[in-house]
């Protein structure tokens, strides 16, 4: 099925839209509470697919959610559907690290308003629930964190940054290569496949809500809602399936689940 932007926005949840700066911040900001962060097919020893009619299928109908490459390439014929401007970039991700490894993310560099942003709706739970202007060291405080895209010239990379008690952490960094689709195939693959990514060897989840977010690693939930805090721990079947199904909004199949929590079980 083609994408189709009534349905989408259904999905998402946005009931009105506008090209503008703030339609971008609404449209970035609903999908991610609407489609859950998730690598649930590279945990069961499956690489996603990209084609645009199976992401649809999966994300938009069968109200599942997925990886960058999965609900980022959904983001983007989103952006286009609505008139947005916008180039793909494919990133390293540092997570607090000097410099990244492979370009392993895909995001978005959208111009508008005169300035650049950075879209992106599928880094999960460090990254900003709205876009970030491309201006140099300029703070900008998203909700509750506040972050800031520094240019290094050493790298010739844009890092997004993340302000921490300890200082800034750097998130990912990217170029302006121009990006091909084999090339976002082949990160695919890697990411879903490789040891050294952590997709294949750990099950995360998380869902932004309207005064906190819902996340999940290995077994461990935690829930924030305004100034309270909520950790628990899910060991059971039944649990998992109604965290998903409920907490995350996922449409995964009973066996689906039964095989994650049969999977966590014999890492653990």
């Known amino acids: 099925m083609p994408f189709d932007l009534a349905t989408y926005l259904n999905r998402i949840g946005l009931e009105t839209r506008t090209a503008d700066l703030n339609g971008l911040k609404r449209l970035q900001t609903a999908q991610i509470g609407a489609i859950p ?30 990886y960058c490459f999965e ?4 983001l983007g014929e989103a952006l286009d559907a609505l008139g947005f401007p916008n180039r793909q970039v494919l990133a390293r991700v540092r997570m607090g690290e000097e410099e990244g490894g492979a370009r392993t993310h895909l995001a978005f560099v959208v111009p508008l308003e005169g300035d ?30 506040v972050y800031r895209i520094r240019f290094e010239g050493s790298s010739g990379e844009h890092v997004l940054e993340r302000k921490t008690e300890e200082g800034w952490f750097p998130l990912y960094g990217f170029d302006r290569v121009a990006v091909r689709q084999a090339d976002i195939d082949a990160s695919n693959f890697v ?78």
Not at 130 to 144: W, Y
Not at 245 to 267: C, E, H, Q, V, W
């Open 37 to 66: 962060f998730e690598n649930v097919l590279p945990f069961l020893g499956k690489v996603p697919d990209l084609d645009p009619e199976s992401l649809w299928q999966k994300l938009v109908l069968e109200n599942c959610g997925g």
């Open 71 to 74: 609900v980022n390439t959904l």
């Open 116 to 145: 650049e942003w950075l879209v992106d709706a599928g880094f999960g739970g460090q990254a900003p629930a709205e876009p970030v202007k491309l201006s140099a060291n300029e703070e900008q405080q998203i909700r509750d964190q």
């Open 191 to 268: 990411c879903a496949a490789s040891p050294q990514q952590s997709f294949a060897g750990s099950m995360k989840f998380y869902r932004l809500t309207d005064d906190g977010f819902i996340s999940f690693l290995d077994g461990r939930a935690r829930k924030i809602s305004g100034d309270q805090k909520r950790d628990w721990q899910i060991g059971t079947v039944e649990d998992l399936t109604t965290f998903m199904k409920k907490d995350l909004g996922l449409g995964y199949d009973d066996a689906t689940i039964t095989a994650i929590a049969d999977r966590l079980a014999s890492i653990h």
